[in-house]
């Protein structure tokens, strides 16, 4: 079973600049996060999607964020314009519809470094 | 509400000494209790799961933690430790909905 895919693994880009990261959770995963870990951090969820609706996105910076997943597969996260304290990883992860309170499934992530 | 925090940012101990990484929990509703580890410049990856079929829970590599309803707590352990243990440690809670909490994390060394 192949599993969470993210890119790029590594991004550098100049503060005000756009950026955009890509996830493939696990076929049939029908709950698919984001998650920002800022170095020495713990993940902190962005959004979390059901199929292709929002199911929290209260901590999400809409003003500079925004994620998509338009037919319940793949997602996309930008940010647009970046500033600094964006430098993080940007973790996605996915959950079964079976695995009800199950295990979250994670990918490598994806390293933002603002300048 | 959920959450989790977890006591000491680092730890260090010697190679076969015991490992213990401490995680208490705040829960409204019966809690799923996680433990994940993250290797460097990698995604997190499950070591073991509390569901409340059984209060001592056996993971992966060794590590085991024991739910203690009294003590809000769910407190990693592994009786000897190896240099491959060595990495980033974090508590999870989950709740209505599948949110998941997690906490800031233990780095946890081991000293040759």
């Known amino acids: 079973e192949a599993g969470v895919a993210q890119s790029p693994r590594y991004k550098i880009i100049e503060k005000r600049q756009s950026v955009a990261f890509w996830c493939n959770p696990i076929?049939?995963?029908?709950?698919l996060y984001w998650y920002q870990q800022i170095l020495g951090q713990g993940p902190k969820l962005l959004i979390q999607f059901q199929n292709n609706g929002v199911v929290d996105d209260s901590q999400l910076p809409k003003d500079r964020f925004s994620a998509e997943r338009l037919k319940g597969v793949d997602s996309t996260l930008k940010i647009q314009p970046a500033k600094l304290e964006d430098s993080a990883v940007y973790l996605c992860?996915?959950?079964?519809?079976?695995?009800?309170?199950?295990?979250?499934?994670f990918g490598e992530g994806s390293r933002l470094t603002v300048l | 509400a959920q959450s989790v925090t977890q006591l000491g940012s680092h730890v260090s101990v010697s190679e076969g000494a015991l490992v213990l990484l401490r995680c208490n929990y705040s829960?409204?509703?019966?809690?799923?209790l996680f433990w994940y580890v993250q290797y460097p410049n990698q995604g997190l990856q499950l070591l073991l799961k509390?569901?409340?079929?059984?209060?001592l829970v056996k993971g992966i590599n060794g590590f085991e933690a024991e739910f203690k309803k009294s003590e809000t707590s769910f407190h990693l352990t592994k009786p000897s430790a190896h240099m491959s243990d060595a990495a980033e440690y974090f508590c999870a809670v989950s709740g209505v909905g599948n949110q998941f909490y997690f906490g800031t994390g233990t780095s946890l060394t081991v000293i040759p």
């Open positions: 076929s049939g995963h029908a709950t």
């Open positions: 829960s409204s509703v019966p809690p799923y």
């Open positions: 992860a996915s959950i079964g519809t079976s695995a009800w309170r199950g295990e979250l499934f």
């Open positions: 509390y569901t409340s079929a059984a209060t």
